[in-house]
């Protein structure tokens, strides 16, 4: 079968295996293969097989989970997602499962979705949940030279967590750019209504929160180079991954205390408003009730008012009102009343 | 005694002793018999006789506590109910309470209830308080040919403590709806009340978080294998609830804190609409208190008023009030005021 | 010298020594005597005396002191009162200081008292403040046969803890009425000033924590087994009272968490309640000045006013009036402004 | 040298050494000499020298540090104040900083100084900076007989501490009664804007917080006995110390609490006063504009308006002015408006 | 090459390597040259080479790692900066990096920079971005005579640190001055809208506090000499900056609670400013409503009204208006209304 028509059979989406091949001293040696007989030919020191699968339902992972000896409750949760970030062990089995986050930029909106990665010594078997060929660029990458492949099943492991919290990164600087627009329209002159969005920013938040703070606890377990099975040679990259990972809490945190922030200053902006607004109605009544008043004055019916008489006394009347009305608004703009 | 008759007796609502039966290999193979006859035959390694009460009194209870030799305090506690969740050993039994929650769909409320178990290397004794039958169902279940009951007595703990965690994801389920459904009034458009719904609301995800705070612990002592009683293989098992816990637990604290700043956008939603309220009011007393100082002015009484011996004086007036309101109305409309 | 008359002299308020008796084998053998006297017959192994004192001057309780070695510090702590509660080693005796607390009904006030206890491993020395005769009570339910007192004097301290702690439980029961009360208050559609009331509520509640959590620290060294001088056995006690005092710290966290709610909602009552009376004035101020605006129109002079000579053009302006009023009402009504 | 002479010249205000002496068995022996000489006559196992020193500038420390081998780091930290209250070993030598809190009753204000210890097995040197003669009146309580000086340089050490924590008692009981102001100004029905007074004292509040809470780590070192040159007897002493400094912490929060409480309860007040007043405006303008109208009704111009030409029909509009008003005012008082 | 060329070669802003030299016994014994060849040079035990560097790229640091064999990924954080404070070992390097922090007065505003050490037995490479040349100044220094360059390139590392650290302090006092000066406004009697203000100061406080907090752990595992390759008498100088961290981490906790604190007053401030004018516009409303009355009344056409045909009716009417409004006044002031 040549390289291109398996391809063809292996890289498309929807398939359930994405990918499948065998690795030996960081290269790709064969691939597109039945993932039992490629193990079987893993047979040198590092060797292992690496399985990609795509929203596989229970019946599709069968057989998968029979070939590496996968334990039942590990391949439900692979199965069902909707996972707390974990690292567990089955016997001589990593269960590991991940959160993925992406940004829409139409909808404003931070999606999730779900990696699961089985690691036995001599195989990876990633199982991924919502939109995107993540890991199977991941791969090509990693296949493209890169030396976590060297590792081993604990270099993937890396290579994953490490694009993962990549793009935890890159939704991170959007929420920045979102806060950043919450700031500038609650501090602006206009009349803006920020909680509902202010509200929602809070949501996502607390949805990259969930994401990112328990996978700590598994990564600093790589970090310790205490988990059977990973290199401890990789410890130092994991370090890089948690370090990020790290900043990445710090930033959301510390988003999430801006926004409160930003919320009580529009709670407040609003208060400001409403005082504004009361004291411009105050002073457009009183530009019209002194006038009133002139006028009710000048309809009075007493027999003696000399004004009444006079021949221009109604022009009179009129730019009374006229100069009471501007004289009000002067003495509101002086004292500071406007 | 046939079966049928025997099952009539024991498997009604309102009896003390719901069920009683021996289990050997994960098989019922005796029930419905005196629970101290049953337990001397439970003489083979695995053994175990699974008695189930519900709401006993302290007599119903004094025979199986003699029985099994329950500890007077445990028995109390478990006669009583209104415990936190705990696990204690007595001895060499284990005494482990915890709260049971449903929803109530008509009342949108969370109701809460108890189970106690005693657990000892051959035998278990629940006791159950509050609606439902599910232990008798959970145990059906189990009889059917879960694996969990052959790992004795902790299978039947874990069994149970499925059950119930499962039954708490339900209730946080519901929970999400309800906050789904707040968050819709609370940026509606339309005046809602909102601050009453948010506080029962917050009330009811209190109560769960102290039925599912203090189970953390217990749960993390089966998990960890360090349990007296419970063989070593049922951890992952329990490492399963505790997960499942720990995401209900996760998703109760995010809910509560999504409430309130719910309620601080409400806060806010009030003040704008109370803001938007004075101005249109604002709006309304300008265009009736305008016209009336144009009827004040034409109701002066000078000598010399050209307009008032007008013929078409009166029309010119009441169009100048009209005119005066709706230039005042396009104004509001065009500054942004309204 | 008789029973009863010796019960005279000692067992009345107001003494210092309220009690003083030897007990053996968990019965009092013989009580009222001098506490020196009584120790030196306290001979075989479990024997104790339990000396009772109330609000004791230093000087009162200096003879009590030098009798058993108690440490200066320890007694000026007991008779100074106003301790946190605390457990502490001296040589060879403990010291333990506990906060009593009731509720005062008339006040709707939470009322705080001490009792200091001096353990050896042949007595007992309390010291109590503050109102009431409860160590009394407590002394005879256990000499009425209750098996702690075989516990030697680690059981009087398991009797008066316990005792204690039901009264925090009392005391936190009427704090769950009272908060229902401020709920249905603060939810009515009565004006109310529930601010004050909560404030008080809160800072009643803040006293029961301060009584309340340090004591958790003495009691799980109890439970722990980890105090010298308090027999192993006595632990599950020790347990089911720390088990007791946990609920009370957790209701009373749960009951401040839901004034602080019950606070918020009260705000936003406060501002719906004024949004409200501002659309009640609004609505209530269109029905004077519209009409106003009427009797101003007919209040003009112009020459050529037809309505003015109408027969019945007086009564058709009040029915003008009438009826624009009438029709903002309506107005009001449907528009869901009112 | 006569001893007169010599007070005179060591004990006034102003002088950087305030006081110098050698101590034997909890007496002074000899005093008001060169500390270096006096150290040298410190030869007998528990003898030691304490130098008391005012606000002294580098320079004049350096003889006292070059006596006693003071390091640098400590002595700059003594010589410019403004450090955190600690506990440091540096060699042999113990170093102690404590900050001294006053009232100032004129202020209202809490001042806050510092005191430094350095701590040798046969030495003590304090450095004190802030106001007061504390030190020199702890000093001559200690020479009047108190056990305390019969533990050598560790006796010392705690009766500074002593007096020290007993003035932050002092401070706090001040705050309690500036509270307790507060809180009657809040609920009062007087206009009080209390915000600024509540700012000011929270403000103080954190200050004591600053000082009292890193007491509290070398505090519980010397409680555990962990300090080396400080007597295992000690202990209790040092435990009542920390005890009174645990109250004070616990009122200190529990104080802040009720503060922020209060201030919330501010808040409230000033909405509801603020609802009151809109009501009282209301009701006021009622009054005014319905008489209003009934003028404007008898002021309109038909020419068939029966009660204009009554006799008493200028009275009885006037009555009915008077009337209007007056049964709305009953309507607004039985409503509950007012 | 003369020192003075060598010294324009090296010492010009701009320069990637801004200085490198070879230290011996705390002098500077050769500067300027290769840092290869320096370090070939570094023989002695305690000799070692500073290379300092400004904001390299990629390529030129390229050099200098190959010549130190630095790790990959920590030259890689040294490039790219936007790290967290934090301290990792790499083989037989330490890497550290630190935030600087300095105070922009023109903008009020905070900015960051960062410094990254390589830490070996003979070498320390600095790298450093943002604004300022304080390492070459901290270099100065410290070969103009300090003892800490005898301690080796740990003693570099206490340097860098107790400077960057100082600038920590300098930035606290101006945020200090910078709450101050908004406290001020808050209760100032000018109407201030200080929201906006108070928001970018809490951001700031959040910048600082990201550079600050992390900073703690790395310092305290120097302070516990437990970093290998720092010396373990360098172990008070690092206590001493911790000492400062710990100062600057407390003051800026307590401003960021003051600051929260100031909102809420300026909240309180604004309500009853909204309130003072509510009562002012009422009171200036009466003032004009009430002459309005009155002239309405002798508007009213009744032909039996006496005043109407008085000499002096009009001036009469005036005086009235005049003084209805006056009593007004006065009783508003009396009352304590305005």
Not at 178 to 193: K, W
Not at 205 to 219: F, G, H, K, M, T
Not at 263 to 279: K, Y
Not at 297 to 308: K, S, T
């Amino acid at each position: 079968m040549s390289a291109t028509v398996s391809a063809y059979l292996w890289d498309y989406r929807g398939r359930v295996i994405v990918d499948c091949a065998l690795y030996r001293e960081g290269s790709r040696i064969e691939g597109h293969g039945d993932p039992g007989e490629l193990r079987k030919r893993a047979t040198e020191e590092g060797d292992f097989v690496w399985v990609g699968m795509h929203e596989p339902s229970e019946d599709e992972i069968a057989d998968v989970a029979r070939t590496f000896d996968l334990h039942p409750l590990a391949v439900e949760d692979a199965v069902t997602a909707h996972q707390r970030p974990k690292l567990e062990r089955y016997g001589h089995t990593l269960f590991l499962v991940l959160k993925t986050l992406w940004y829409v930029d139409e909808q404003d909106a931070v999606e999730t979705g779900e990696i699961a990665l089985f690691i036995g010594h001599d195989f990876v078997v990633s199982v991924r949940h919502g939109l995107g060929n993540e890991l199977h660029s991941a791969r090509t990458d990693l296949e493209a030279g890169h030396q976590a492949l060297t590792h081993g099943p604990g270099g993937v492991v890396y290579a994953v967590m490490d694009r993962v919290v990549d793009e935890y990164v890159a939704v991170v600087e959007e929420l920045i750019i979102d806060v950043d627009e919450i700031e500038t329209s609650v501090f602006s002159d206009q009349r803006t209504n920020d909680s509902a969005r202010i509200y929602v920013l809070k949501r996502e938040i607390a949805e990259v929160r969930r994401a990112v703070l328990p996978l700590r606890d598994p990564l600093n377990r790589f970090v310790a180079g205490s988990v059977d099975g990973v290199r401890e040679e990789a410890a130092p990259f994991f370090r890089d991954v948690a370090d990020h990972l790290a900043r990445v809490a710090e930033t959301v945190d510390s988003l999430d205390a801006l926004l409160s922030t930003a919320f009580d200053a529009h709670l407040a902006q609003i208060s400001v408003q409403q005082n504004d607004d009361m004291r411009k109605i105050s002073a457009g009544a009183a530009l019209i009730v002194v006038p009133t008043l002139i006028a009710g004055i000048y309809g009075m019916n007493f027999e003696h008012m000399p004004e009444l008489g006079w021949t221009y006394g109604y022009p009179f009347a009129i730019l009374l009102m006229a100069s009471a009305a501007g004289g009000l608004w002067v003495l509101f703009k002086r004292s500071g009343w406007l």
